[in-house]
């Protein structure tokens, strides 16, 4: 799956595969309730078969060979304007549904003669259904995984003013009260803020909890030196050693490179 999905990134490629992924998928359903009809008025006595054209499915789900692929590329329109939400899934899909209905009930006036509030009633379920299956699908092979956002720069004291500051610059933080010291491999800088709110809302991919009172970039650990008493000390690239606690010490070890 994972290959596939790598496979059908580009926005051509993507587009291209929605249309044949619907043709094909839609062929064979039609073929499919075909069969299912034909077999059954073969097995069964004349007053009791169904007696529909051969061409029925077709003309009952074609529609679908048009929505689903337009259904796709909403939806990828949405995960690319970051509005995958329920607003955004109701403006999307409530009209790509009403579409489905409104040819559903204007064919059988037209050819079958049926009643319009009978066909709506009749066809309201199933065409729901199509249309949370081709969600479904959508998200099974185009939907990231969800994942958490976090800010390319940090906004930080100095002196006076205010500055950002990359992510990828700072060394480690140093906490004490409700205030951080933040290092990067040449200056400090203050933030206010505790050190625990400030993690939350830095990659954890980036930096580690190294103890109580410190947080480092984990790109930064030059090497490990381990005490005696089960402790150690990080030695990071901006000169600086930083104290490492026996609880953090093999959650830091297992993901530095030090």
Known sequence: MQELKAHISKPKQRTKYQWLLSALAWSAIILVLSAIEGTH???VAADKQYSNPWWWALQEWCIWYLLSPITFMLLDKLQQ???LNQKGYLLTLLPMYCTAMA???IFDVFVYQDP???????????HFLVLLISTAIWHKLWKPP????????????????????????????????NYVEIHTSEDAY???????????????????????SHLVNLRCIEHIERKPSGSAMLH???GQTVPLSRRYYSQVKSLSAA
Not at 116 to 126: D, E, K, M, Q
Not at 190 to 212: G, M, N, V
């Open 41 to 43: 008025d073969l097995l």
């Open 116 to 126: 319009i509030p009978g066909t709506l009633v009749y066809f309201a379920p199933s």
């Open 146 to 177: 969800q994942s958490e956002h976090f800010p390319a720069m940090l906004l930080v004291d100095q002196g006076r003013h205010k500055t950002l500051l990359a992510l990828d610059d700072i060394v480690n933080i140093n906490g004490a009260s």
């Open 236 to 238: 990071l690239n901006n």
């Open 81 to 83: 304007q970051n509005l």
């Open 190 to 212: 203050i933030k206010r803020a505790t050190l625990t709110h400030l993690e939350q809302s830095l990659p954890a991919s980036l930096f580690i909890r190294c103890h109580r």
């Open 103 to 105: 040819y559903q009930a």
